[in-house]
Every structure is written in structure tokens, then in C-alpha cells.
């Protein structure tokens, strides 16, 4: 069973930025798209950034398009999301998790799987 484990998260004022990682355990994390997902309080999750295996292909949610910036290292078994002109509505817990490749679902939630377990991401005006 693969794990997924997110850090980097933390407190920061409006305007400034954070780099967050999720490590995964195993030998297949070149085989799955990565995404990052936030669930802000009182809100359902959402899709924040996705990237395919290769780390060619990305996709933002327009909230955060210009300001976030989703990687891969798949040496290190690691995705990251830089976030850069961090605003109060982005506080959340972000969450990574895999899909297979290939998936006919988007930009969404749907197909992902093993979830981390989060990492609070608060930002004060």
C-alpha cells in the first residue's frame, strides 16, 4: 500500500510563499499523474494542480494559475507545489494523491487515491 506524506505547510502573511512536498513510499511513482487538492474549512476539497507522469503536463485551477507552480521529481519519489503571492482564501489543508495515467477524468477530483494526510497551509492579511 502506497503512502503519501505531505510537509512545508505552515503560517505566512498575505503575499508571501510556501513550497510544499509529498514523498511517496514504493517503486512505481513514475506511473501515476500527482496532484495536490486543498479543503478549506466548510468547503468541499478541490483540485488545486495536477501533473502527468512525465512532469511535460500540468494543470491549475484558475484560482491559483500564475501564482503556484506544481513539479515532480520522480528520482526522489516527490511532488511539490510552490506557492508564490499566497492569499487568506488559499489557507486550507493541502493534500497530495495519485491517479493512474491515462485517466478519462480531468481536472478533478475523481480517480485519485491514497490520500496523505495533509498539511495546513494558513495565510493571515
Known amino acids: 500500500q502506497v503512502q503519501l506524506v505531505e510537509s512545508g505547510g505552515g503560517l505566512v502573511q498575505a503575499g508571501g510563499s510556501l513550497r510544499l512536498s509529498c514523498v511517496a513510499s514504493g517503486r512505481t511513482f513514475d506511473l501515476y ?31 491559483v494559475k500564475g501564482r503556484f507552480t506544481i513539479s515532480r521529481d520522480n528520482a526522489k519519489n516527490t511532488v511539490y507545489l510552490q506557492m508564490n503571492n499566497l492569499k487568506p482564501d488559499d489557507t486550507a489543508v493541502y493534500y497530495c494523491a495519485r491517479r493512474p495515467s491515462g485517466s478519462v477524468y480531468g481536472f478533478t477530483t475523481r480517480g485519485f487515491s491514497s490520500w496523505g494526510q495533509g498539511t495546513q497551509v494558513t495565510v493571515s492579511s
Open 33 to 63: 499523474t500527482m496532484g495536490w487538492f486543498r479543503r478549506a474549512p466548510g468547503k468541499e476539497r478541490e483540485a488545486v494542480a495536477t501533473i502527468n507522469t512525465s512532469g511535460a503536463n500540468t494543470a491549475y485551477a484558475d484560482s
